[in-house]
């Protein structure tokens, strides 16, 4: 059982459930097995419950629940979080092309340790990352695990743009652009395949407590997922995680 939880405000609608302070993924269990009791509950106080790395935000009407209420209700989730069982977790994988136009910084990052970009790519591709949270864009997925032989710092001057797809990383966290937005992560290679698309049901392509694997593909495989992608006659490969 985890230490009980630091409960915060978050304006007057909001309460932030701190379980540490760590990327670390017994404490990322616990923010969604937190978040996977209170929406069990069904309260019609409760509007919605968003984990992070290492808490959950939970969105409530005051209207319908009160603050006390509230924080009962977490007190006793968190009481119970070592009988939940967490939906089982899927592996996504995302094709990739490493490197040249479509990674500006791989060369960058394999000198900054040392490294070869073939080394570099080896050992990005080589995990299995788990989706600790979904953020700052729709279906942008925040994955740890990155090997310190590879953890490199974001860039001192985040670029104005970043082209959709694209797949950084940034010190021990990797990631992917599901539209082109700016952005500061060190960029290792491109993937034609979309995160958002609000024609899908979900729209997103992971949640949290999903896993990606990156596989290397050249240009012209590139293309010709592309192609499929737009044709809509693209299906990503997902598989149980064992």
Known sequence: MPAPPRIRPAGDRALVVEYGVAIDPATNRSVRALGCLLDGLAHPGLVETVPTYRSLMVHYDPRRVSLSELRRLIDEAHDRLDSVRLPPAKV??????????????????????????????????????????????????????????????????????????????????????????????????????????????PPVLFEAGDYVRFVPVDADHYGTIQNAVEARTFVPVVRPRE
């Open 92 to 201: 996504v994988d995302i094709p990739t092309v490493y490197g040249g136009a479509y990674g500006p910084d791989l060369a960058d990052v394999a000198a900054y340790h040392g490294l070869t970009p073939d080394e570099v790519v080896t050992i990005h591709a080589g995990s299995e990352y788990l989706v600790y949270m979904m953020g700052f864009t729709p279906g942008f997925p925040y994955l740890g695990g990155v090997s310190p032989r590879i953890s490199t710092p974001r860039l001192a001057t985040p670029r104005t743009l970043v082209p959709a797809g694209s797949v950084g990383i940034a010190a021990q966290q990797t990631g992917i652009y599901p539209t082109a937005s700016p952005g500061g992560w060190r960029l290792l290679g491109r993937t034609p395949v979309r995160l958002f698309d609000l024609s899908r049901t």
